[in-house]
């Protein structure tokens, strides 16, 4: 009979026992892991839709920002550490891994600056002075009617077909034009050129693109029918010729000239001469000429850099610069710019004089009152922003410098966008007020000292 080895038995048994709890924490260890990973893949989707739900910021479009206003006002910021701490428990809680454009937008919906009241108080203004016309006698003597042409030079350009806010380039501005000569005082001409818009935004078309340039309505009282003819004639397409399109103007209009002659041109584009033309010189001999024609730019949902040059071309015209962004801004600058081409105006008498300063005094202090506190709210906001980029930047929210550095761009270009719209209108509406301040005073002097004259005999 064989012996039992009770210890070669222990230890097999010690053996398989250590195999099997082996066998069990790997079991134990691979939905672990796994778990693991499902939690950070839940966590970056998490983290994804939150950055989602981050209303995006308006940059560009003033309409667009005066609307926006921040959950935290940034005078308060700085007097109060509670309100503050509030403040930074939001951003605390915010996503990581934010792109420059994510972080702008958070920034915009904690602390953007409340100017609606303002802005709308700001638009509200309005440059024209009224005067009371009658006289003694209920007599009112209507002066000599100045003749105004107006020259509407419509960029056709490929670009022209792109989306702004309320639809296609092209169609708003057609749109607006159209509004805009119906509203046309009586006794004024237009005329319609467009230039762009033959051939394609193609290297093998430029020649023949650059060349298109043509006037589809002459200079002649508006006719809706006509007119709107016209309007149909062409669709966006190729080059931009800025410069031959204002030379053409020139000729268009060498037979305008006169004393109560006004010459008026309108450029509406999107953007900058791609033809290789000289606009900025092309303007100044036109305002320079026998024909005295005021060259005026709306530029149309328009970069920087092409505002730049714009500007240019309007200053050497002797005209203004206009930014619009979307179908209600291009409307409410046509609409208001009509009334600036030609004042009739009568009175007569000390009292009136002293009410066309009071009310031209009203208008430049309202305006000045409005942009000062647009423009320091503006400021504020601005200012809190930057410093929310060093609160971001400690609690590691940016994905990377580059996006730190993107995300001051923008807020940079915010400020600088609503201070520069609001600098434009304020300019525009002051030019107008003066304009009709110096009309109406010269017209009342020349009638009072008529009178006098008359009653004095």
């Not at 305006?367 to 929310?388: P, R």
Request: hydrophobic fraction near 30%; charge should be negative; include cysteine.
């Amino acid at each position: 009979m064989k012996r039992i080895n009770w210890a070669v038995i222990l230890l097999v048994v010690l053996l398989a026992a250590a195999a099997a709890g082996c066998s069990q924490d790997q079991k134990a260890s691979g939905p672990k892991e796994s778990g693991s990973e499902q939690s950070k893949e839940t966590k970056k989707e998490n983290a994804e839709e939150e950055k989602k739900n981050i209303p995006q910021a308006a940059l560009y479009n003033v309409e667009e920002i005066v609307k926006e206003k921040g959950k935290y006002d940034p005078d308060k910021l700085g007097k109060d550490e509670q309100y503050k701490k509030k403040l930074l428990k939001e951003i605390e809680e915010a996503p990581d891994n934010l792109s420059g454009e994510e972080a702008y937008s958070l920034a915009v919906s904690l602390v953007a600056a409340d100017i609606e009241k303002e802005a709308e108080g700001f638009e509200k203004v309005d440059p024209v002075i009224t005067i009371d016309s009658s006289t003694p006698e209920d007599e009112i003597d209507i002066p000599e009617q100045e003749k105004v042409n107006v020259a509407i030079l419509l960029d056709s350009s490929g670009s022209m077909a792109a989306e702004v806010s309320g639809g296609q380039k092209m169609k708003l501005a057609k749109q607006a034009i159209q509004k805009y000569a119906q509203d046309l005082p009586e006794g004024s001409d237009i005329m319609l050129r467009v230039y762009g818009h033959k051939g394609t935004g193609s290297d093998a078309d430029k020649e023949m693109s650059c060349k298109s340039n043509e006037v589809v309505y002459d200079l002649d009282a508006y006719d809706e029918k006509r007119f709107s003819e016209s309007l149909e004639q062409f669709d966006p397409s190729g080059w931009t010729p800025l410069a031959g399109a204002i030379e053409a103007a020139q000729k268009d209009l060498e037979d305008q000239k006169g004393e109560n002659i006004k010459n008026v041109v309108y450029v509406v584009s999107d953007g900058v001469e791609t033809c290789d033309g000289d606009p900025v010189s092309a303007a100044k001999s036109l305002n320079g000429s026998d024909i005295q024609a005021e060259v005026n730019i709306i530029g149309f949902d328009v970069d920087n850099e092409g505002q730049v040059k714009l500007k240019e071309v309007a200053e050497a015209g002797g005209g203004q610069y206009k930014s619009v962004y979307s179908e209600s801004e291009l409307n409410d600058y046509l609409k208001e710019e009509y009334s600036r081409l030609y004042w009739e105006w009568l009175s007569w008498g000390n009292d009136r004089y002293f009410d066309i300063l009071g009310q031209s005094n009203d208008i430049y202090f309202d305006m000045l009152g409005y942009g000062n506190d647009i423009y320091f709210k503006s400021l504020a906001a601005k200012n809190a922003m930057s410093s929310l980029r060093y609160d971001l930047k400690e609690m590691n929210k940016f994905k990377d410098e580059e996006e730190e550095d993107k995300y001051t761009e923008l807020i940079n270009i915010r400020h600088e966008t609503v201070d520069e719209y609001f600098d434009q209108e304020e300019e525009r509406k002051n030019k107008i007020r003066e304009d009709m301040k110096e009309k109406l005073e010269k017209k009342v002097k020349e009638l009072k000292e008529k009178n006098t004259d008359k009653y004095s005999s």
